[in-house]
């Protein structure tokens, strides 16, 4: 029998990651929908950000893009976070928007362009001092068009060469998190592709370099879990980036796509210990809301974690392994199912009402009457970077 307190004590104590470039105006190639008061300053993206956690009460930690979120004076933003329960996540670096980088940033075949993007990771991480921040998270545009473009193992030397200077540099307390995508923008190869040789760069790096897990970055019919069970017991999954998609990179709301699929990650997640602190794994939000209402949007993706979250805790783990041992498919196959099917929005809205907070999120913030204040005070706000 699944202890029921423990689970709510797992779901009062989890803390999801958002990031600030969901709180600004997005879109894709096609046309950005600006917003009325959407963020104008990453300050102000830290005030929405306050308002996703104080509805849900798990969402303390934003993720910051550099230079999307550049300010003079990082301890001052940090400072702003404070003040709001809020701290600084992982620290987004960019090298895919100038440019130099049109053959690549840290496997450019030009040694000055890879320096230029060396030195943009290693201020990232003189970022991370200032913020207090504990990752870095990297992910590479580098890759090439066409067969014959560039020298895939070449790159793959001057990846090595860049990821190791910048190791080398991290604080004690810091991490490198190393994210893998498929394609795009790159359409032939992609210098990290897969999980495989991120990890593999990771593993020579040293231990405070990990995966991060894209929920949309792979090819169609992906077993994410088994990658996410693998990582685990390597002690080297570092960050998940949630969102959905149904073709591509879609970046759409968490759980909105495929919440069968978040519920057997989230299911090997709590079976490898993975929501256990002392693992480290971030749990961020990667996602664009390019047409729905954005602070709305990141409080129902937070809810969505959350729902599948509290249905893998249910899994009665001594009942699956029993099954397991007998070889009892049906029966295995049936537990992991129970917890599926079981619907815990009532379990959530006790824990809610346990923590103080409202038991229906999206309904506290619409009361704040934040949304009437941000439109009618915030004049000309940003885009997020993305679509641009
Ligand atoms: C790009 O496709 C990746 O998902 C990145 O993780 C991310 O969206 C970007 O780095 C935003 O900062
Ligand atoms: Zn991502
Ligand atoms: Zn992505």
Same mark, same amino acid.
């Given at each position: *029998?699944?202890?029921?307190?423990?689970?709510?004590?797992?779901?009062?104590?989890?803390?999801?990651?958002?990031?600030?470039?969901?709180?600004?105006?997005?879109?894709?190639?096609?046309?950005?929908?600006?917003?009325?008061?959407?963020?104008?300053?990453?300050?102000?993206?830290?005030?929405?950000?306050?308002?996703?956690?104080?509805?849900?009460?798990?969402?303390?930690?934003?993720?910051?893009?550099?230079?999307?979120?550049?300010?003079? %004076?990082?301890?001052?933003?940090?400072?702003?976070?404070?003040?709001?329960?809020?701290?600084?996540?992982?620290?987004?670096?960019?090298?895919?928007?100038?440019?130099?980088?049109?053959?690549?940033?840290?496997?450019?075949?030009?040694?000055?362009?890879?320096?230029?993007?060396?030195?943009?990771?290693?201020?990232?991480?003189?970022?991370?001092?200032?913020?207090?921040?504990?990752?870095?998270?990297?992910?590479?545009?580098?890759?090439?068009?066409?067969?014959?473009?560039?020298?895939?193992?070449?790159?793959?030397?001057?990846?090595?060469?860049?990821?190791?200077?910048?190791?080398?540099?991290?604080?004690?307390?810091?991490? *490198?998190?190393?994210?893998?995508?498929?394609?795009?923008?790159?359409?032939?190869?992609?210098?990290?592709? %897969?999980?495989?040789?991120?990890?593999?760069?990771?593993?020579?790096?040293?231990?405070?370099?990990?995966?991060?897990?894209?929920?949309?970055?792979?090819?169609?019919?992906?077993?994410?879990?088994?990658?996410?069970?693998?990582?685990?017991?390597?002690?080297?999954?570092?960050?998940?980036?949630?969102?959905?998609?149904?073709?591509?990179?879609?970046?759409?709301?968490?759980?909105?796509?495929?919440?069968?699929?978040?519920?057997?990650?989230?299911?090997?997640?709590?079976?490898?210990?993975?929501?256990?602190?002392?693992?480290?794994?971030?749990? *961020?939000?990667?996602?664009?809301?390019?047409?729905?209402?954005?602070?709305?949007?990141?409080?129902?993706?937070?809810?969505?974690?959350?729902?599948?979250?509290?249905?893998?805790?249910?899994? %009665?783990?001594?009942?699956?392994?029993?099954?397991?041992?007998?070889?009892?498919?049906?029966?295995?196959?049936?537990?992991?199912?129970?917890?599926?099917?079981?619907?815990?929005?009532?379990?959530?809205?006790?824990?809610?009402?346990?923590?103080?907070?409202?038991?229906?999120?999206?309904?506290?913030?619409?009361?704040?009457?934040?949304?009437?204040?941000?439109?009618?005070?915030?004049?000309?706000?940003?885009?997020?970077?993305?679509?641009?």
């Amino acid at each position: *029998m699944t202890d029921l307190s423990a689970v709510k004590t797992a779901l009062k104590s989890q803390e999801i990651e958002t990031p600030s470039w969901g709180y600004g105006n997005s879109g894709t190639r096609f046309k950005v929908f600006a917003q009325p008061g959407v963020p104008r300053d990453p300050f102000e993206k830290l005030d929405d950000a306050a308002q996703v956690h104080a509805a849900t009460g798990v969402a303390p930690l934003v993720s910051l893009h550099i230079p999307w979120d550049a300010v003079d %004076d990082y301890a001052e933003l940090a400072a702003h976070a404070k003040e709001r329960g809020l701290r600084l996540g992982a620290i987004n670096a960019n090298t895919f928007q100038e440019d130099d980088y049109k053959l690549g940033s840290v496997t450019h075949p030009d040694p000055k362009v890879r320096r230029k993007a060396v030195d943009h990771l290693l201020e990232c991480v003189d970022i991370m001092d200032a913020t207090g921040s504990r990752d870095l998270k990297l992910w590479f545009a580098d890759g090439t068009n066409y067969p014959g473009q560039d020298d895939i193992t070449a790159r793959q030397e001057r990846l090595a060469e860049a990821l190791s200077e910048v190791y080398a540099r991290l604080g004690e307390d810091q991490r *490198m998190v190393l994210e893998y995508k498929l394609f795009e923008p790159a359409f032939y190869t992609t210098d990290v592709p %897969d999980w495989g040789t991120s990890y593999a760069h990771c593993l020579k790096l040293g231990p405070r370099a990990k995966v991060v897990v894209d929920t949309g970055h792979h090819a169609p019919g992906t077993n994410i879990e088994f990658i996410v069970a693998f990582l685990l017991r390597e002690g080297r999954l570092g960050a998940f980036d949630f969102n959905s998609r149904f073709y591509a990179d879609d970046d759409l709301m968490v759980g909105s796509a495929d919440p069968f699929q978040l519920f057997r990650i989230l299911h090997e997640v709590a079976k490898n210990g993975g929501f256990e602190k002392e693992q480290e794994v971030a749990f *961020m939000l990667d996602q664009c809301h390019n047409i729905e209402a954005k602070i709305p949007a990141v409080i129902r993706s937070v809810m969505n974690v959350q729902e599948a979250t509290a249905k893998a805790l249910l899994v %009665d783990l001594d009942a699956l392994r029993a099954a397991q041992a007998a070889g009892d498919v049906l029966g295995a196959n049936a537990v992991l199912m129970d917890a599926y099917n079981t619907d815990v929005r009532p379990l959530l809205r006790e824990v809610r009402e346990e923590q103080g907070l409202d038991p229906d999120p999206l309904a506290a913030y619409a009361a704040t009457g934040w949304q009437d204040h941000i439109v009618a005070t915030r004049v000309g706000g940003t885009q997020a970077g993305w679509g641009a």
